[in-house]
Antibody
Framework: QVQLQQSGPGLVKPSETLSLTCTVS????????WSWIRQPPGKGLEWIGY???????TYNPSLKSRVTISVDTSKNQFSLMLTSVTAADTAVYYC????????????????WGQGTLVTVSS | QSVVTQPPSASGTPGQRVTISCSGS????????VNWYQHLPGTAPKLLIY???QRPSGVPDRFSGSKSGTSASLAISGLQSEDEADYYC???????????FGGGTKLTVL
């Protein structure tokens, strides 16, 4: 049973960089896509981006200029960096594993981290 | 405002059957499968339905999903108090090159 454990600070100052890490246990990092998703207070879920271990990351266009997702298979971890944060980036951030069916448009998130509330405030 | 639309709320009494709709377009639901997630406050979302109508192991068969054209729906039969949660649909969006979530539906068990 795969488990995802998130780590990282819960408070970030405006204009600084948000950094979170997700450690994967009980599963291979070579057979799935790895994603970050967030939920601002009182709002719905928003996909941030995903990465396959051997490919370039793909990002939500609304965040693309500020986001970097990386995978470190030697540590069984993947990470999120979001630069120049503002109060609008305050949200619960989730890491998640994506599985795929028979075709590229058939994908789903079948394992999630516990979530990290990140507050952007001075 | 999400490009995939769900009703903000739904309700039912114990034992009742409720359905939650999810409406998209040809760039998302129209060309991909749909997934449904159950989200309880303070917990991680849980996959309920994948590939439009498949249940992961451990999900009761009270939950079912369907898709037709650019719309999808989640049905919950034999409603129970523990079903009270937020429900999100999601589909791959070609213009996003990634998944798009519906705005979520808050289900209340009366």
């Amino acid at each position: 049973q795969v488990q995802l454990q998130q780590s990282g600070p819960g408070l970030v100052k405006p204009s600084e960089t948000l950094s979170l890490t997700c450690t994967v246990s009980g599963g291979s990092m070579f057979t799935h896509y790895w994603s970050w998703i967030r939920q601002p207070p009182g709002k719905g879920l928003e996909w941030i981006g995903y990465m396959y271990y051997s490919a370039r990351a793909t990002y939500n266009p609304s965040l693309k200029s500020r986001v970097t997702i990386s995978v470190d298979t030697s540590k069984n971890q993947f990470s999120l960096m979001l630069t120049s944060v503002t109060a609008a980036d305050t949200a619960v951030y989730y890491c998640a594993r994506s599985s795929q069916g028979a075709w590229r448009y058939d994908r789903w998130f079948d394992a999630w981290g516990q979530g990290t509330l990140v507050t952007v405030s001075s | 405002q999400s490009v995939v639309t769900q009703p903000p709320s739904a309700s039912g009494t114990p034992g009742q059957r409720v359905t939650i709709s999810c409406s998209g377009s040809s760039s998302n639901i129209g060309r991909s499968t749909v997934n449904w997630y159950q989200h309880l406050p303070g917990t991680a979302p849980k996959l309920l339905i994948y590939s439009s109508n498949q249940r992961p192991s451990g999900v009761p068969d009270r939950f079912s999903g369907s898709k037709s054209g650019t719309s999808a729906s989640l049905a919950i039969s034999g409603l129970q108090s523990e079903d009270e949660a937020d429900y999100y649909c999601a589909a791959w969006d070609d213009s996003l090159s990634g998944p798009v979530f519906g705005g979520g539906t808050k289900l209340t068990v009366l």
